[in-house]
């Protein structure tokens, strides 16, 4: 059974930093890519940003809100995903899920979601 | 910024048929990207509920079914049960966008 587990959620005023983990069973996660997506509270779904399998390259992609404030990465051998967000603004108020990002060049989508971790960006 | 359109809400009785739209552009859906759907009940995370426009994963009922045409995508849901009261997303792939990935606007569906 695949089970993703985000953790590192919590309070931190604007201009902090906080560092999310997810960690990962059931299935390859070396070989797997992985994405961050959110959810501010009371709106919709935003892709957060993704990190490649080493395999593929082990590249990284961000959403132009969180650019150059954001980092992704991994610890394959920890199964974990990390995310490592400076510079917290307001907005990224959110609850932050982690998922696994499977599928084609014409069809990625993601299939198993862990049950988020809440940042609250507040003075 | 989402560039997948969906209603912000529909509602149906118990045993209706109801449907949700998502309409994109030419840069996604258009483009021949494939649709998903997930489905996010009161206070959970999502679940994929359509991939690749049209299929289920194992365990989703077969009383959903998604299809594709054109710049547009659509969930069915038929025989509506209670247990169906949640919001639905639709989900692509954009080429013209910095982000590759985008989400529709969500739907909510109501259980009369």
């Known amino acids: 059974e695949v089970q993703l587990v985000e953790s590192g959620g919590g309070l931190v005023k604007p201009g902090g930093s906080l560092r999310l983990s997810c960690a990962a069973s059931?299935?390859?996660?070396?070989?797997?890519?992985m994405s961050w997506v959110r959810q501010a509270p009371g709106k919709g779904l935003e892709w957060v940003g993704r990190l490649k399998s080493k395999t593929d390259g082990g590249t990284t992609d961000y959403a132009a809100p969180v650019k150059g404030r954001f980092t992704i990465s991994r610890d394959d051998s920890k199964n974990t995903l990390y995310l490592q967000m400076n510079s917290l603004k307001t907005e990224d108020t959110a609850v932050y899920y982690c998922t696994t990002d499977t599928g084609s060049d014409y069809g990625r989508k993601f299939e198993y979601w862990g049950q988020g971790t809440l940042v609250t960006v507040s003075s | 910024q989402s560039v997948l359109t969906q209603p912000p809400s529909v509602s149906g009785a118990p045993g209706q048929r109801v449907t949700i739209s998502c309409t994109a552009s030419s840069s996604n859906i258009g483009a021949g990207y494939d649709v998903h759907w997930y489905q996010q009940l009161p206070g959970t995370a999502p679940k994929l509920l359509i991939y690749?426009?049209?299929n289920r994963p194992s365990g989703v009922p077969d009383r959903f079914s998604g299809s594709k045409s054109g710049t547009s995508a659509s969930l069915a849901i038929t025989g509506l049960q209670a247990e169906d009261e949640a919001d639905y997303y639709c989900?692509?792939?954009?080429?013209?966008?910095?982000?590759?990935?985008?989400f529709g606007t969500g739907t909510k569906v109501t259980v009369l």
């Open positions: 059931g299935f390859t996660f070396t070989n797997a890519w």
């Open positions: 690749g426009n049209s």
């Open positions: 989900q692509s792939y954009d080429s013209s966008l910095s982000a590759p990935y985008v």
